[in-house]
């Protein structure tokens, strides 16, 4: 699989600026930038990524996410959680793949469930 780079014209078909706030519940069906705020709830079955000024705090049922700011709350990812260097989680992490960068933060718990079982 191929990881999208930041900033990759096309890649993005929602997106909430710098200095945007968002309280409420967010679905989306394509992959979704945020570089303000969302407070709340997330579902979708595509890719999150949180941009490097970007803070979320929320319980996100997600596809993907792909974390350069600060999220605070639940993850539930059914296919991966990435988390960059400048990114920092504090909460709880469900994902089956979990990538931490160096130079992250991840204050929390993670379960990652056992496809075998």
Same mark, same amino acid.
Request: proline residues 2%.
């Given at each position: 699989?191929?990881?999208?780079?930041?900033? #990759?014209?096309?890649?993005f078909?929602?997106?909430?600026?710098?200095?945007?706030?968002?309280?409420g519940?967010?679905r989306?069906t394509?992959i979704?930038?945020?570089?303000?705020?969302?407070?709340?709830?997330?579902?979708? #079955?595509?890719e999150?990524?949180i941009? #490097?000024k970007?803070?979320? #705090?929320?319980?996100?049922?997600i596809?993907?996410?792909?974390i350069?700011?600060i999220?605070?709350?639940?993850?539930i990812a059914?296919?991966?959680?990435?988390?960059?260097?400048?990114?920092?989680?504090?909460?709880?992490?469900?994902t089956p793949?979990?990538?931490i960068e160096?130079g992250a933060?991840f204050?929390?718990?993670?379960?990652?469930?056992?496809?075998?079982?």
């Amino acid at each position: 699989m191929k990881l999208r780079k930041e900033g #990759e014209a096309g890649d993005f078909t929602g997106f909430i600026d710098e200095g945007a706030e968002i309280n409420g519940e967010l679905r989306f069906t394509s992959i979704f930038r945020v570089d303000g705020q969302i407070k709340g709830k997330i579902f979708s #079955e595509s890719e999150l990524h949180i941009g #490097e000024k970007g803070v979320v #705090e929320a319980d996100a049922e997600i596809g993907s996410i792909f974390i350069n700011g600060i999220f605070r709350g639940k993850i539930i990812a059914k296919k991966r959680v990435h988390i960059h260097s400048s990114g920092k989680v504090f909460g709880e992490i469900e994902t089956p793949v979990l990538v931490i960068e160096e130079g992250a933060i991840f204050q929390g718990n993670c379960k990652m469930p056992d496809k075998n079982l």
